[in-house]
Structures are given as C-alpha cells and as structure tokens.
C-alpha cells in the first residue's frame, strides 16, 4: 500500500522547530566528568531529519529561528551545505542562544544527554515569522512536539499547521517528546492531542502516544480508534528493539522489525528512523518498505557518533536490509 | 428555525473563565479622578453570563479560579446566591488576586475600564482542575475567548473544549476580545480560530470576528463560509445599533434588531445579549426570538449601573420587546 | 537636647517611595464581603508622611513613579493639592498599575488590608530617575523600606541615599516593613542593615528592628550599639501603646508616651506618627517634645477613616497634648 | 610598603560567586563556526583567582553554587584537586545550569567569548547559604564584581562582605565587570560603589573603574580620592599593556610595568594577576612585587590555552621577572 503526496509541489518536505548544537563527548564509555573535549554536531529533531531527508536525496526547507552568534551561523551554514532551503530560517534580535546537548555515553546502555533549553532562540519562532506562501509549496510539513512546549513557538507551529491544511499540505506530526521543555503531562497531552487530532501522519513511540492520552500502558487499537475519528490516515507506533507498526484508516496494518547492530550510543534512533521513513514514502515505495528503510537508518545512526552527521545514504540503508539480520522478540 | 440540544442533562449551561469585581464609579458623570466612592458588584463575561442565565431560570454552573480572600469569596457567596452551582469554583492557593475593573463614566457615550489583570486568580485555572464527570452534565459549555489569553488557564480551556465534545456537550464560544490581556493580535487569531473551528455556535461582534481572522473590515459572508467548513452550525455576528445576523448552516439567515434606550454607560451589553439569547434558544424558543431577547437584555443593562445585579428576568425582557421601538439604521 | 538640620535648604523634607491608593471600606464594623462601597484616598506611607508633613506647615517634595491613569492622576493631584512639590513624581511609560490597599475594619482590634502590589508603577522607579540636583535642594531624605523591596525602585533609593550623603542631605529611614512585597526575611535583614548603616535617623517599631536584625525579641540596647558602630545619630524604636524611645548617639535616652483615644482602626498611625515627629525636629524642637507630637498625631489618625486626609494640624496636635490622658503601662 | 593581614586565620583566601566551564577552541586561529571541538576547563572569575591563588600555596576556601550535574561535579572535583577547600560550595536542587564560555580565537589580538549565562547556578547563591563561621576563619574574603548582577546572589554577597567586616576579615573587591550579565550601567554603579565604599582593597582596569563611577575617561586621582573617603585603604589600578598602579591611602603609589610574552589569547589575564598579585601580598612581600607578580602571572597565562589549567608556579613568575623584557610605553 503506497501513500499519496500531492506531486505539484516544489519541496518534498519543510520541517518546523528546533535546530541545536550536539556536543558530543569525544571520549566516551565514561561519565562526562572525565569527559574533557566535545565535538560539535548540528542537533534537534526536526534539523536532523531534514538533513537526513536531504542527504537521501528529498528536496527539503526548514522554518525556524536561531541565535545571532557563531552557534547560530554554523548551523545555517551545515544544513545549507547538505542542500536543506534555509530561506525561511529566522535570525534572533533578542540575545536568545542556540540550545545545546552535551551527550554522555557511559556505555551503549547507560547514554544521558545535560541540556542547554533554557530561554533558547528556537523557542521564540513567532507566528508573523511563519509564511504561507513558503508553506504551501510542499508536499509536507513535518512538526515536532517539541515545537509546540512554549509561547510563541507554540503558536507558530499551530499557524503554520492552519496553514498547511488550507493549501493542500499534508502535516506529519512527529511526536518527539522532551520531558524538561514542558511544564506538566497535562499541559502536553492538550497540545499533543490538539495537534494528533489536525495531522495526517503520526509517528512515536508507545510511550509518547501514551503522553498524548495522558495516560499509562495504553494499547494501539485504542490510540487509532481515537485518532482515526479525526484527520490522521496512517499512524505509525515504535516499540524499541520489537520494531514498529503502522496502521492505516483503511484497516490495514504493517509491522516493521529492528536490525540487529552494534550499538554505541541511543541517541538519534528516533530522527533517522523518521527521515528515512518519510523519504521512502514520499518517494512512492510502499509503506512496509518505508518501515525497512526506517528501521535500517536507525540502525546504523546508533552505531556512529553523532546524530546529523551520521545521518546514511540510500545505498548503505539499501545494503543494510539486504545483508543485515532482524531482531526477533 | 430552533437549534437543538441534548435534553437528558442535568445543567442548561455551564460557564468557564473569568469572574472578577466591578468597581463602578458611585457619582458618575465626571472623570474618574473626580470619583470618590466606588460600588463593588461580581463582573467579568462569563460570570456576567452565567448571572444573567440563572436570574432567567436556566440550570447553569460555572468553572473557574477565585483568590483566597475577601473578594474571591463574595464572587463565589453572590454567584451561589443567584441560584449557580459553584461547586467546580476552585481557590486559588498561590496567591493570586481577583481581576479588578474600575469603571469610568463620563458621559453614556464617554465610559473607558481601568483593569487591574495582572497575574489574577481566573488565569491560573489549569487543566486538572477541569474535570470531564462535570462538563458532561451540561447541554452547553460557555467558552470565553479571554480565558485563552494565557496559560495554564488556555490549556484548561482547551481540555474543557475536548471533554465537551467527547460527551455530546454544545461548545458556545463567546468571543469576548479584551486586548490588554494578549501578547499580540497574531496570538489571539491562531487560538480564536482554533477554538471557533472546534465549537458549535459562535457568537461575537463584528469587530471580534476580525480579530479571529488577523483582518481588518471582514465580511460576514467569508466568515461564515469558513466557519461553516469546520464545527459550528450557528454564528451570530453583532453590529452595534445595527443589529445583530444570526447565521445557520442550513442556510438560513435571521436579523435581530435594537432597542431604543435611556443609556446610562455601555459596559455589559454583550453579557446580557449573550445570556438572553442563550436564555431563549435553550429554552426551545426559535432563533429569531433568541435575537429579540438578546437586544431587550442589553438594551436594560445599559440602562443600569451594574452588569450583573442589573441583569433582567423574563418578564422584563418580554414586556420591552413588546413596548419598545426598535431602531431603524 | 534638639537635633541640627542644615538651614541653607529649599524644602524641609523630600520623600522617596510610593504613593498608592487606599480604598476603604465605607460601612465598616463587618468582613468586607459585606462591604459594597469603598471611599478613595491617597495612601503608601512616604505618600502620608509628606502629606502630614505639608499639612503640618513643611516644605515637602516627593520622588516617585505613578502609573499613567486616572488612579495616577488623581494621587499627583492631591499631593499638589495639599501644597507638596510633585515636579520629581515620574509618570510611568509601561502599563504598571497603581498599588491598592482595600481596608477591612471588622472592629478596632481586628483590621485587614487586602493588597494589590503585583508589579505596581511606583516599584519601577529608576535610578536614572533619580535626580542630584533635586535631592540637593533639602534638609533631609525620607526613605520608606518597603521601596528597598524590589528592583528598580531599589537601585533608584540606594542612589538617592548616596546622592543624599554627597549633599549635606540628613538620611531618615522609616523601616515600613511589609511583608508581601519581599522575598524573604534574610533578603529585607541585607537591604535594612545596609541602608540603616548608612543612614542619620532610623525610625521603626521593634518588630521592624527585629526584621532589620534577621532576630527575634531583640532588645533595644543591642539595636543602638549596633547602629551607632555606623553613621546613625538617633534612633526611634516604637513600642506600641508602651510608648517610644528616641535614643541619641550622644547618650541620652527620651521617652515618649502613647495617649488615650477612641480607636476606629489601626492604619496610618506610623505614618501620622513620622510626620509629625519629624515636623517638630525639623522646626527645632526638642527630641521630648517631638516624641509627643508624633504620639498626638497617631491617636488623632487612628480614630478617623483615612490615613492620609485625617493627618491633623498642628492646633489638633497640640490641644490633644494639653488635654489628652496618656497610656501608662 | 607591606600590607597587614590577620594572621591568627585558617585561611588565607576566601573567594565568592562564580565557578563556570569554558570550552575553549581546540583548533583556534579560526573563527568558531569552523572550530570543530572545544576542550572543557573550568572557569569563572573569582574560581580562577581561588585556583591560582592555591597553586601558589595560599590556603584557599570557595562559596558558591554549582549545578547538580556533570557540569557540576567536575568544577567540584577540579577545584578539591587543586587543593581548594570545597565544603561551602552548595549544590543548586533547582534546576539551574553551569554558566558556560565558549572561546573564539581567531587571532591574538581577536579573541571573543560567547557565553550562556541565563539563568546559572551561580546566581542563585542565597542569603542563607552563606556562613558567618565559615567566612570568620580566613584573611581575605575575595568579591567578584559580577556576583553582584542578579539576586538572590547579589544579596548573598552583600551578606557575606556584612560578616567579613564585623569578623575582621579583610574585603577585596575585584571589579570583574561582564555587561552581559547586567541591567544597565546605571545599576552597576549603583553596587559596585555600594560595595567599593564598604571593601578595603579595590581592583579593576581603568574601564571598570569608570563603570563604577557611571562615568568616562575618568582619572586615576578622582577614583582614590573618592574611595579614600570610605574603607578602601589600597587601590589597584591596570591600565594593560601600560602596566598598572597601586595608590595606598598612606599616600605612597606603585607603579607595575608588564612584560613581553608572545600573547596566544587574552582570556584569563586578570585572574592570574589577581592570584598571584594576592598572593603576593598575604605571601607579606611588598607592594612593589607584588605587582610584579600580578603582571608576570598574567603574561604567562596570556601564552597559553586556558585560563584556569594554565595558572603557573612560584618557580615559574620568579623565573620570568627575573628574565624577561617589561613593556615601555
């Protein structure tokens, strides 16, 4: 089963939200304190899966703001290298900073991440900066939750989602759940599913899907009961190493399966998966492919030391799922 | 034409949002600074509203956050007093204060607000003080659109919102533009056209309805032709002495006119039309009575001192819609 | 024994601080929610102080910020009504509101005050506003503690003082210590010993004392050998209707008594106790005499409605010295 | 002319306020978009003092707050290493981050410092978190200008310099003026006089001295004479690569030449002069060397990467006055 785009559009994809700095630890399988030099990557979900998209070839923009500083001018600059349209990407005038995370990876199963989100540039996207005629010359509008956990970010992206369904642009809401930017479930599970309700697509985990209902060890039937009442059509549900379900409102359901892979640390699983995802359905492959290339993106993103940087080719995810085995559960 | 509604609950009408104090100007007609005393009466829209529903004979309760001192506690004795169910009223333990109006009266055409609606009590409602078992006694939730100007009170909004709908309960969004509790128009229009796409009637003046749309000279035809795409079936739009339209979705469209009137200041014309109105379309009278009950309401409270104490009974409302002249424009 | 001021100055007395508006309730003897009108006056207490002051026949100025409004206006005009100069009295540019004491009389002993303090005009008094050649022109500064509460009126007072200091200019320091306005106590014991240090005269209660000491049950005789390590020369501690004490660094110790009276409330008795006490030092009287101007001055407020309209004459005063019984302990 | 300090204290030095991470350029020479890592130290002007005053053998003790994080424990642990005792550096339970510097160096002579310092630890230092037995036991209780620029801290220090006076512990106030961190210029003057006045040894550049002052190109003379009213007895004055002076209120002034060194960066050169200059000092050597130390102690840190790892030796500031050229200007 194949999912449709409108095909008249100029971009693939515009992403909307945040793009950071990842510090990553250069010396790692310790605790950060003995950790004494960082490499810099570009970071955030929404960057990282608009360069990811990018690098397997879609034709990809992105809306956001960044600081008025070295941070911010750097990460300009990377996601222009990777051929992202960085038009729409709005300069701070406020003296707000690039947030930052400094990764610590004690070992592949101990990963924490120390955050910089306090008062950060990408959080004061404001709804007059948001522009419909950049908007609607895209196929998709892919929204990070993240976006949507503080004022006038917040209202930035519920614009930029108005505007996406007036002119024909489907919204991919990528749940993307940061406890420490929100200040209750509550508050996020009024957003999430305000949101859930307006989109085409979702895509989260189990446990952010359970954010969104504000509830605990909820079942998927019950989740695409819910959400299929609404705008969504197709819901896809991660479930770690058991891999990933989506259904659509037709009534079907597909199951994807993790590869086996040395992991080195966790971070990025979530942004891989999505962008390469998101291209295989955008480039007309079928949705149970799309889950493959999903899974086989996320593989080797944890094997490697960054997030963006590391983000695969079609070729190294096409080799993967011929050579590489599942996970069985 | 008569609208619909759920007959089988307990509630006509269940009010969320502000409820504050009136200071009015006790010798008027003179600048404020001239004022001496001032006569202290409960204020704010959707108290207002619910005030006048309950002195007109509808079940009606309220949702809201009162200050934990004097003030809070005569908004909550006189609202009790006229017959509300006040038990979802929750005090505030945080220290906030009642939201203040102090009323100036120059002449009937002179009368401006000095608002005291920094940090007060109404605007810190949050979400899990909403609870679902109580909205879904109520035919009609009464949304205010000054309740979503800030959070956690516009996330409490939203939840009551989506509880409403879950439980067959008609969402009536009141749009009352009060702009010195906004950040910007932009803010307002996105959570205005959220809301009003998500509601069942809407009521507002013209002025308002362009607010929601960030345009200016707005036409009621657009409106309508977009709200009618989205939830509501029922818009009413208020032009001043002109009257007010009442649209359907059906198609139909009624005119309510006004009344002449000896008018003393113009504070609470829209609480008393609205609780009028709703008065009448509640109790099984068709649309364009509810109109005619509407502009008698206001046409009486303008003539008064206060917004609330002055609201009418049936009675009154009736024998000015057979005595007075309506104006002709 | 008299205290010296310097002869060559323009005004007797500048106070720095707010002035806000008091509403008291105008059928007392109840809880205010029984209350339905409130009478207007000016209040804050450097406000009252420089209005007894200017009743009394000095040449008061006044240095604050008040909010651009009828409540603005009408406290400019009333102090220049009673003959203060206001040329120094800021006008507030960013919406900052009026401070407001709403005053509940249930009896004599039992007096509330329900505060409206949330970001008032006269707390954003600036130091840039704050001007040398005004402070210059008198015999003493006023300085009211609870201005010390919050930045910028904070930064705006320590300037004055050290202007004050710099010009010959006698620092006097009413400690009007009120707790909503602080952080906490340690916050208000660093800013009043800093400021008492620094200053001539310090007048208080000896609870206010003990606030400035971070102690409790503080003795008097700790209190003075510690200020008079500084630049204090007298110290007035008020004991309530025990009377109070006027030391001098020189070494004596004065004793003022309270007199009888018929108690309606008891606000404003600190302040008609500094302007009058400060009224007979200014005018050369001796410290004694002093000590019972300010008694004389308390008894006749606290047995009328206001604070600041009910600050007696100098004939009141001395006919209630003459007659009045005093208080024995 | 020595300088006297008690001598019956356990330590020698006490500094307090900040203790920050800089992540300084790895490959410099470059602007910072293209630096690709960054090597952690630990920072902070009155941590790098305490740091260089402990290298050199002085007993040195810290107040302040730190993060409870990685960030955190490892300026903790680097500073116990060092030899600095850490039992009053108190461990933030709020939330708040590590002030971070990151460092460009893009040539000798360009060097910037991009800095997050929203909302740090550091700042929120309390009142109560400051200890009268702990500050008792030293010599010199060290102030850094920019613990003054936000409360709680700001109130934390005044606090802390309250007990150093009564306790005969001598106040050394090194200006250390970030702009970043500060309101207005008018606000700094404000503290920064307040505390000058109150210190017994003042330090700074000519241009902090003006911003002490609200002043421009203001002349050394007009500084000591203002100060040499109140406490200060010893006023340190650095005029760059002109040398600097030291005005002693006995009348007699010293003048410290610098010397050449071949410069990598200009971070870090008045915390090396300040440590070693105070050493010095309490070391009981003269002023005249003492200044020699400052300034040979700044050239040897001006040569290398870091501000805090670099802090050099006795051995090595005696081999460079010994050896080294001083700068003619």
Redesign the interface.
Known sequence: MKYEFNTDKEFDIIAIGRACID?NA?EYNR???E??????YVGGSPANIAIGSSKLGLRAGFIGKIAD???G??IE?YMRGVGIDTSSMVIDTEGH?TG?A?T?IKSPEECSI?M?R??VADLYL???EVNENYIKRSKVLLVSGTALAK??SR?AV??AI?LAKRNGVKVIFELDYRPYTW??T??T???Y??VAEQSDVVIGTRDEFDVMENAKDGMNADTINYLFKHSPDLVVIKHGVEGSYAYAKSGETFRGQAYKTQVLKTFGAGDSYASAFLYALISGKDIETALKYGSASASIVVSKHSSSEAMPTVKEIEELIASAETISV
Chains 1, 2, 3, 4 share one sequence.
């Open positions: 510090l250069t605790p950060m304190e950790t004494m030099t960082f490499t810099k500083d070295q941070h001018r750097f600059q900073k930052l400094f610590e120390l910089y306090e008062d404001a709804p007059s004022s006038p209202e519920l614009k108005n200040k209750s509550e508050e599970a009024v957003y599913s305000l």
